[in-house]
């Protein structure tokens, strides 16, 4: 995989975490031919799902952020939100 440094640059360590298994997740998907677009909502509406049901979600700022970051990095490799 190969992140553009300006994307991530801006998460914590805790926050590239979730971003790099969103996006891993996005690829398996995408590799199981989904489209890049459909990928990212399939996993990001499964990933906010998630979060509904933990005890301690992830903060909805940062949560946020993750999520920008994700659709920033879908964008700038698959050209799909526009």
Do not use: C, H, W
Request: proline share 2%; hydrophobic share 45%.
């Amino acid at each position: 995989m190969n992140l553009d440094e300006d994307v991530t640059s801006a998460l914590s360590e805790e926050e590239s975490k979730i971003f790099m298994r969103i996006i891993a997740s996005i690829e398996m998907q995408i590799e199981q031919d989904e489209t890049p677009r459909d990928a990212t909502y399939l996993t990001l509406s499964s990933f906010l799902l998630r979060q509904v049901d933990l005890d301690k979600p992830f903060n909805d700022k940062d949560l946020f952020k993750v999520i920008e970051v994700v659709i920033a990095d879908v964008n700038d490799r698959f050209g799909v939100f526009q």
